[in-house]
């Protein structure tokens, strides 16, 4: 995964990153508040070589002797002896172990100073075992020295430096626990959403959809978020929705060597992917461009076209087809006639064998007479046959896929269909995809490779 996808996948799963870091502040604000405090006390003793020497090198030989000599009493803070004087001077309710767990020795390098730390839950209590244990240390230093008859000590220890009480605890540090759940969540976050993402079958770009169809898709349309209240482009002079449908218009021209599909069906894999909304502004825009269009509502059983251009769909298509109004009584002209619209008029029995009908073949042949370009809003390919069924009758279909929605293996098994149907896919539409996703050359481009399918014959069912 390259830096530029990996930084699009975490802008797209902003929510996941969002809550995980959320979640590592909350725990790590717990974790603090939930940890013992603890306090931290310091304080350095000072070994120097006692000689009554008159040589010129006795400074120097004293002071050697020190320095190979100091760095191993910082060991004899842990011996269980000195320990127990310490909890008797310091007044201490701890044991032994206790007590070897709370205190440091250490010696500075090239220095005859060992610094011994403690630790305690309080502070007094920290500065009181730090006092102590360099008090016991130095005198039990001094009493390992011990040399002659008179038992007089070599070294002499002193404390240059006593404990102080700390200001505050040294743990928990809530600054260092937030920032490293801050951390910690953003790092599982961006772990989940890359883990997503790689699980993800959806139909992202157009590469996906070219991988699966062989063919560049005729174009893409971006994310609006306006689609809702406003799904039509008409009355839009620019914008990107308006300028993506133009382009879909534009591709749609070289998509067959002899001239543009005149009747084309518009459907999808499965409910959700703006078909109905796509057939709608793509008729609009053929309009524009100077194109008498004729919209049919070929959604018998869920229609929702009609409504984006306030049209009734109580009377239409299936009473033509059943013989009860003539054509011309049921077309609807839109905005001036500048868009005819067909609507589909009441739910059949069986929508699949009314579509399928010699009759509704005979009305697609008028409108193509009628018209330069007929469009068909039909039902998602997979739960149903009736865009098949009635790409039989047309150039071809065009396949509208939501960015993120669809799956591949949906799709994939889709174009097979068709392939077995011998219904030929004209294009395909990617829709609502956001800005942050590449649109490069293979976004916008066209297919011009014809794939030459015969349409299949479909059972004459007359109604």
């Given at each position: ?115 011994v730390r403690s630790t305690s839950d309080s502070a007094a209590g920290a500065r009181r075992v730090a006092d ?332």
């Amino acid at each position: 995964m390259t830096v530029g996808r990996y930084l699009r996948v975490l802008r797209k799963r902003w929510k996941v990153l969002t809550v995980m870091v959320l979640i590592g502040l909350v725990a790590a604000g717990v974790i603090t508040y939930l940890m013992p405090k603890t306090y931290a006390s310091s304080a350095t003793i000072f070994v120097s070589i006692s000689s009554t020497q008159d040589q010129p090198d006795a400074l120097y030989q004293n002071s050697q002797f020190a320095l190979n000599r100091v760095g191993s009493y910082t060991e004899m803070v842990h011996n269980p002896a000195l320990l127990s004087r310490v909890i008797e001077e310091a007044d201490l309710d701890i044991s032994v172990n206790k007590l070897d767990d709370m205190i440091t020795a250490v010696n500075p390098a090239d220095t005859v100073l060992i610094t011994v730390r403690s630790t305690s839950d309080s502070a007094a209590g920290a500065r009181r075992v730090a006092d102590a244990v360099a008090s016991e240390l130095g005198r039990a230093i001094e009493t390992l020295e011990q040399t002659g008859e008179k038992k007089e000590s070599l070294v002499q220890v002193s404390t240059v430096v006593p404990a102080r009480q700390p200001a505050g605890p040294v743990s928990p540090r809530p600054a260092l626990n937030l920032a490293l759940g801050l951390l910690v969540g953003l790092a599982i976050g961006a772990a989940i959403a890359v883990i997503r993402e790689q699980l993800d079958t959806t139909v992202k770009t157009g590469r996906d959809l070219q991988r699966i169809t062989g063919q560049t898709p005729l174009g893409v349309i971006g994310y609006d978020r306006g689609i809702k209240k406003h799904p039509l482009v008409v009355g839009r002079t620019t914008g990107t929705a308006l300028e993506d449908f133009r382009s879909v218009r534009t591709n749609l021209q070289f998509v067959k060597a002899n001239g543009p599909p005149r009747v084309v069906v518009i459907s999808s894999a499965v409910a959700g992917e703006g078909k109905s909304v796509t057939a709608a502004n793509l008729a609009i825009t053929l309009a524009q461009g100077g194109k008498s269009v004729c919209l049919i509502e070929g959604d018998l059983r869920h229609p929702k076209a009609m409504s984006y251009f306030g049209v009734d769909d109580s009377v239409g298509l299936t009473n033509v087809v059943y013989g009860q109004h003539h054509l011309d009584e049921v077309l609807v002209p839109w905005n001036h006639g500048q868009v005819t619209l067909l609507p589909a008029g009441p739910t059949p029995p069986d929508p699949g064998q009314l579509l399928g009908s010699t009759a509704t073949t005979s009305l697609l042949a008028q409108l193509r007479d009628r018209f330069d370009v007929v469009l068909i809003d039909a039902p998602p390919l997979l739960p149903v046959s009736d865009a098949a069924v009635l790409g039989g009758s047309a150039d071809g279909i065009i396949l509208v896929v939501r960015h993120g929605h669809a799956r591949r293996e949906q799709v994939s098994m889709l174009f097979e269909r068709l392939v077995a149907a011998n219904v030929r896919l004209i294009g395909t539409i990617l829709t609502q995809v956001p800005a942050g996703v590449r649109r490069d050359g293979h976004e916008y481009g066209y297919q011009t490779t014809e794939h030459s399918w015969p349409i299949s014959d479909v059972s004459d069912n007359a109604v």
